[in-house]
Nanobody, 124 residues
Framework: QVQLVESGGGLVQAGGSLRLSCAASGRTFSMYAMGWFRQAPGKEREFVGAIRRSGASTYHADSVKGRFTISRDNAKNTVYLQMNSLKPEDTAVYYC?????????????????WGQGTQVTVSS
């Protein structure tokens, strides 16, 4: 089992940057595929990015491709989401998720563990 805690959210102006972190408990973090999702008020949870266990392979949603980058540091049990060129439509609660295994997973139902989320608000 793994517990996830997100941090790094906040209020930023359009065009700005934020880096989200997701710290995982336990000594088997490197065994988990990780993902980032987001949910805006009144909308369904949306896939943002996914990364395999080693970090060698990543995949990003078209809506964030070229602006957001998912990465991980297995020595620190942490996955990151670097967000650049932020837009007001990126405003949402951002969640990290984990699943034991080594796949790039894009559907929320495929993940077994979730953090509590961190709010990102982009002002225009």
């Amino acid at each position: 089992q793994v517990q996830l805690v997100e941090s790094g959210g906040g209020l930023v102006q359009a065009g700005g940057s934020l880096r989200l972190s997701c710290a995982a408990s336990g000594r088997t973090f490197s065994m988990y595929a990780m993902g980032w999702f987001r949910q805006a008020p009144g909308k369904e949870r949306e896939f943002v990015g996914a990364i395999r266990r080693s970090g060698a392979s990543t995949y990003h949603a078209d809506s964030v491709k070229g602006r957001f980058t998912i990465s991980r540091d297995n020595a620190k049990n942490t996955v990151y989401l670097q967000m650049n060129s932020l837009k007001p439509e990126d405003t949402a609660v951002y969640y990290c998720a984990a699943r034991l295994g080594d796949l790039l997973l894009v559907t929320s139902g495929e993940y077994d563990y979730w953090g509590q989320g961190t709010q990102v608000t982009v002002s225009s």
